[in-house]
């Protein structure tokens, strides 16, 4: 099978998928098949396990604050593999799929055992960082109904962030923290790139705000 007849296929399974919420839509999947892209390329990895691990990669759909959050890379690596295996993708590529989707997780905490789960890992990250990084965690946040931050101490300067109770607080509680889990060498560049581009964001808007 073609990668470009996979992707006709990839795409015909997620329009039936309801995402969690506006920032796992298909648009953040189709970033992260770009993200994927890219990193395959840069690194020389296996792009029949990476870019159909990335396309699948959120299949299933758990809210952010659901239980079963530590386990939806797992539920999706599950279906991923049971549609793959429908259409009649590689079953030689099958394990290396599932695993590059359960490791792409951070909540999952499965650390990636091959270039292709890193190279998926990284490019999942990297959508949640740079200028679409600030725009889904308002989005998530607004979701969530939480406040945008605290009115006392926006920027966590002397407090612990808590981001279930402030969206900026996820800057601080996980986003800045991205890049040192970056598995590539083009990840790790890239992600640094764009975590200082957020850091200007967050000191303009305390310059706004204060």
Not at 127 to 147: E, K, M, Q, T, Y
């Amino acid at each position: 099978m073609t990668l470009e007849k996979l992707q006709q296929n990839c795409l015909a399974f997620l329009g039936n998928m309801t995402p969690a919420d506006a920032a796992h839509d298909l648009s953040h999947i189709k970033r992260v098949v770009k993200n994927c892209s890219y990193l395959t390329d840069i690194e020389s990895a296996d792009a029949s396990v990476t870019l159909p691990a990335a396309w699948l990669h959120d299949c299933v759909a758990v809210a952010k604050d659901s239980p079963l959050r530590s386990a939806g890379s797992r539920l999706a690596a599950d279906a991923a593999i049971e549609f793959l295996s429908g259409i009649g993708y590689s079953k030689e590529r099958l394990p290396e799929v599932y695993h590059a989707i359960e490791a792409h997780s951070f909540s999952a905490g499965i650390t990636p055992r091959s270039l292709e789960a890193q190279v998926v890992q990284d490019a999942d990250r990297l959508d949640s960082l740079g200028a679409i990084g600030i725009a889904r965690c308002l989005l998530v946040g607004g979701h969530l109904r939480r406040p945008l931050c605290d009115t006392d101490d926006p920027f966590c300067d002397s407090r612990e962030p808590d981001d279930s109770l402030y969206t900026i607080d996820h800057f601080y509680a996980k986003l800045f923290k991205l890049p040192d889990t970056m598995q590539t060498e083009a990840g790790r560049n890239e992600a640094q790139r764009r975590s200082a581009l957020m850091r200007d964001y967050l000191e303009n808007l305390r310059f706004e705000i204060a």
